[in-house]
């Protein structure tokens, strides 16, 4: 009898293996109880898994819904976890006979996990691609049965070899340069034929590439970065996916995709969201046309479709730790599903901070996409933090021309912040000089000879309003330009990220003389920036330049900091008596830890800059 009882069982648990094999995904694999919404969508996929009957074990989860999408191969199941504990419970799915049981994994929050801290204008962000930074395991260069399986970093295009351990191995190196954030591009994998390295064809929304490493893995990087006081920001594309994601090769339902069976090429015309007058072709083809033919287009107007992007959103914060996300192509994807994602996503974590990449010439278009904008409403993206483009346009000219009183050089900044009234919340804009999708600030190798065109674009930059983002390499002064060709020479090799090099960047004794002072008052400006309240909460007030010299103050409480800029090339004296109200003794300390006077007049040399404490 008991020999029988054990053939049964061991045939029992024979057909239970035999079945589950057949079920390819699990989505979310596991998740929380104790979440704020109750709510979780499960998808399942195999073959026709569709007819199955549906009963969960736990009698704390309730099955709310079934939805069947229309392929046979997957089903939805909607559970309510309001009364759930932690805990594994089995999914049994019953098909005649058959009978297949999935345990289903809810597992404890870490404590606090709600109330993480983002990004904010206290932090600077040092944004990483991470086939370029570092490769520190080589092992995971080749991936047997991926597409690209090959390294070649002659080639712009090809992946490099570059990794999550690379990135490890170097956060002193981040974190004694001063900054207080990694963003770094897309981890999660792109098995794709081609362009996998730059990461924004998703193929595997709950996988970190192998070619990375492994998910743990980029756990381990998050707890690291958070030891050494970096917090990080994952990068995310809900707007499309990679053409070899097993959602678009085998789509649960047509609807998941616009255009699902032909690809239609979007026209880049995203003013058509926000503009009154725009056609309805060019309005739908901008929203809904794919973002290139190997990134087909989701449609996030079918509600499972955002519940499955906004459940992988939360799943990562809540599994990695991350602190924030930035969303790629922010206005392609739909208005109203990506403010329920935003509004989901700011429900669960209210100190988080989402960036969405807002990639429009004027700030009119770029306050439309943030939280409690006035030109939106009464609709509202729920997105807190936009992109600040068209400053990144205008710095990349401003410290290059002759300033002057109406017009040029540092006036174009000083028109431009006059009219911040536009933004519902200017300090939450991400501010930068460039990144992994424009030139970098220097153009040319020559021309960084220049280091006052250096010192004040960053000093601007870290001490103006809003949240600064470096691009990695800006240290050393490594240059581009988007003009000559492939966006992959925008985005080159950290030089000493990989055995062998001959010239290793991270060591102060392998640097060029140029590259260390470009690094060494980047360095000091960032730590002196670090944990300061005045640029971080402080008020802005600025004059109109006079002399070609831009002034302004930021302000708290009874601390202040006064920057002259001066924008021509030659000296400058300026009479004091206009600034009277920003200077409240007669000297100051300036950054160099040097007295300077200012009783009648200041004197500044040719592109000057000069940074005075109170
Ligand atoms: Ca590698």
Redesign the pocket.
């Known amino acids: 009898m008991k020999h029988l009882a054990t053939l049964l069982v061991f045939i029992f648990i024979y057909m239970q293996t035999l079945q589950a094999t057949s079920l390819q995904k699990v989505e979310p694999a596991f998740w929380w109880a104790g979440m704020r919404n109750p709510e979780l969508q499960i998808l399942l996929y195999g073959e026709n898994i569709a007819s199955s009957e549906v009963s969960l074990s736990a009698e704390d989860v309730h099955l709310k819904r079934i939805v069947k999408p229309g392929n046979t191969d997957y089903l939805l199941l909607y559970v309510d976890l309001s009364k759930s504990v932690p805990q594994t419970f089995d999914i049994v799915l019953q098909q005649g006979r058959d009978r297949m049981v999935v345990p289903y994994e809810l597992k404890k929050r870490d404590t606090g996990s709600a109330n993480r801290k983002g990004f904010s204008s206290g932090d600077v962000l040092y944004l990483i691609m991470p086939d370029r930074f570092a490769?520190?395991?080589?092992?995971?260069?080749v991936i047997k049965g991926m597409y690209e399986a090959k390294v070649d970093r002659e080639d712009p295009s090809a992946r490099h070899?570059?990794?999550i351990?690379?990135i490890n191995n170097h956060l002193d190196y981040i974190s004694d340069l001063g900054v207080t954030a990694i963003w770094l591009n897309p981890i999660q994998e792109n098995d794709m034929p081609g362009g996998s390295y730059h990461g924004y064809a998703i193929t595997d929304y709950y996988q970190v590439d192998r070619?990375f490493g492994t998910n743990e893995d980029f756990c381990k990087l998050v707890d690291s970065a958070h030891a050494k006081g970096l917090k990080v920001v994952m990068d995310m594309i809900f707007n499309h996916c990679g053409s070899e994601n097993y959602l678009f090769k085998d789509k649960p339902s047509k609807d998941w995709f616009n255009y699902p069976d032909n690809y239609t090429q979007t026209n880049f015309r995203t003013a058509t969201q926000s503009d009154k007058y725009a056609s309805d072709f060019e309005k739908n083809l901008a929203l809904n046309g794919w973002f290139a033919e190997v990134m087909p287009d989701f449609n996030q107007r079918n509600e499972d479709v955002a519940t499955y992007l906004i459940q992988n959103s939360i799943w990562w914060i809540e599994y990695s730790g991350i602190n924030g996300i930035r969303q790629d192509t922010y206005p392609y994807a739909d208005f109203d599903g990506m403010s329920r994602w935003c509004k989901a996503v700011m429900d669960e974590y209210p100190d988080f901070n989402i960036v969405g990449e807002t990639w429009l010439n004027n700030n009119i278009l770029v306050s439309y996409w943030q939280k409690d904008s006035r030109l939106a409403a009464p609709k509202n993206s729920n997105l807190p933090t936009v992109m600040d483009f068209p400053l990144m346009e205008i710095m990349n000219q401003a410290f290059d021309e002759e300033t002057q009183d109406w017009g040029g050089g540092l006036y174009r900044i000083y028109d431009y912040l006059t009219q911040d009234i536009v933004y519902a919340n200017p300090s939450n804009l991400l501010t930068f000089l460039d990144n992994h999708d424009t030139s970098r600030f220097y153009r040319t190798r020559e021309s960084t000879s220049n280091l006052n065109r250096y010192k004040q674009a960053l000093v601007f930059l870290l001490t103006t309003r809003g949240i600064p983002q470096i691009y990695y390499g800006t240290e050393i002064l490594m240059a581009a330009d988007k003009a000559n060709g492939s966006d992959g020479l925008l985005r080159a090799d950290f030089p000493g990220g990989w055995k062998g090099d001959k010239h290793n960047a991270f060591s102060m004794t392998e640097r060029t003389a140029r590259e260390n002072e470009a690094y060494t008052y980047l360095r000091k400006l960032l730590q002196w920036r670090k944990g300061n309240n005045i640029i971080a909460k402080g008020t802005l007030k600025h004059f109109v330049p006079k002399n070609g010299v831009y002034v302004y103050e930021r302000k708290y409480e009874n601390k202040s900091v006064v920057v002259f800029l001066n924008g021509t090339d030659k000296q400058q004296t300026l009479d004091l008596s206009s600034y009277k109200e920003v200077l409240p003794s007669i000297t100051a300390i300036d950054f160099a830890g040097k007295e300077v006077h200012l009783d009648k007049s200041l004197t500044l040399k040719e592109r000057e800059t000069l940074i005075l404490t109170f």
């Open positions: 490769n520190g395991d080589t092992s995971n260069d070899g570059g990794d351990k690379g070619r």
